[in-house]
């Protein structure tokens, strides 16, 4: 089923345009500021329970997120997730369901939006993790990255960062190319990873000046 298909997505894709509109200041650029057409794979910092929120409701597309499996499963939130088609991991292994998951959304033609940071607990890495790198690789699919900038701490639950009013700077690069390659090198991959988080690097950098 696609993403746009059931009456939950849209519902709740246009909740959440309100609340960052009205909590955060931030509304769908027009056009987008990702291809208008084809798979493309979205990348960004990543601070606060709030970055998704933000990057749904500024893409101009849907997007398909990769999440830790136990946030995903929490009881009272999962048929969020699921509504948005978000695509568990399990954290400090190698998931290979959730790389073929993701392959699958890009084959369709489909958004995939990660945090290459890995996320904003004991598994973060500010170098970024190399699964970017390895997804772009395998596929060939141009990365977008993408900076997010708050201009105050944010609370850390999910609902109190909704909850909370806010300032974010939201600032999109132009996409990264990298040749398709089926069998990457590690050396390779940490070379594309690079090159992607001095990207967003630029951009939050630019972001801060705002």
């Not at 509504?83 to 998951?101: C, T």
Request: proline content about 8%; overall charge positive.
């Amino acid at each position: 089923m696609m993403i746009s298909a059931t009456w939950v997505y849209p519902f709740l894709k246009h909740l959440n345009s309100l609340v960052c509109r009205i909590m955060y200041g931030v509304k769908p650029r027009s056009p987008s500021p990702l291809p208008s057409h084809g798979p493309a794979i979205l990348v960004s910092d990543h601070s606060t329970m709030g970055d998704p929120l933000v990057l749904l409701a500024t893409a101009g597309r849907p997007l398909q997120f990769l999440m830790a499996h136990e946030i995903y499963e929490r009881w009272g939130t999962r048929w969020v997730f699921r509504a948005f088609q978000v695509i568990p991991v399990r954290r400090g292994a190698r998931d290979v369901g959730s790389i073929r998951a993701m392959m699958r959304v890009l084959d369709r033609g489909h958004v995939v939006a990660l945090f290459p940071e890995g996320g904003i607990d004991n598994f973060r890495d500010e170098s970024g993790h190399l699964g970017v790198a390895y997804l772009s690789a395998k596929t060939g699919v141009p990365v977008i990255p993408v900076s997010l900038r708050w201009k105050e701490k944010r609370p850390e639950s999910m609902w109190g960062t909704i909850c909370t009013p806010g300032s974010v700077v939201v600032r999109y690069g132009e996409p990264l190319s990298f040749a398709r390659n089926p069998t990457p090198q590690r050396d390779q991959l940490e070379a594309m990873t690079a090159k992607i988080m001095q990207n967003i690097k630029r951009l939050g950098e630019a972001a801060d000046v705002e």
